[in-house]
């Protein structure tokens, strides 16, 4: 008897083949997204612990809020004059907005090495700093990538959706991330 069957497992080899490639591909794509994720947790941490190192420092110089917020908003590049003891000698007794403007420096120095930008803001959930209202919190907002830290309408570069309120101006939203935003934010009361 002669047998017809001949190139068959060739075929079987094929097949078996393209259906290892394509799992391959599937794992390799779940690899990737792995990477992803783990790179996304990694940024989050480390903006989070520089977040909360700063977030103490102006709780414990609760006076000096405006000059964190214009040092912190409006980063200089070059060192502030009066050190405060944070970084070479000091020599000088600091004022409260002299060491918020030398921690300032320091912690967007560190955030812009890390690749982070950084701004302080008053929270839109809260209201934001007015006359009226005496319970207000400031939010420090990191973000990376694309995302700028700010507060807005730009759902593609803001952080932060905008205060929305009602005609009685109370507040029914803000504060909110965009769907796409690479950032977080820390309320400071």
Known sequence: MKNKQQGFGLIEVMVSLLILAIAVLGFAAMQGQAIKATDESL???QSLIMMRNMGEKIRLN???ITSYQT???SP???VPTVSCGLYGSATTTCTPAQLATAESYIFTQDMSNHGFTVN????????GQNANNIMYSWCL?????????TIGTDADKNCLTSQVTNDDDSITKGGIYHPKATCMFMEIT
Do not use: F, V
């Open 120 to 127: 302080l803001h008053p929270c839109p959930s809260t209201g």
């Open 43 to 45: 940024e989050r941490t």
């Open 62 to 64: 609760p006076t000096a």
């Open 71 to 73: 040092a912190i908003n």
């Open 141 to 149: 907002i990191s973000a990376w990538g694309e995302t700028r830290p």
């Open 76 to 78: 200089s590049t070059t």
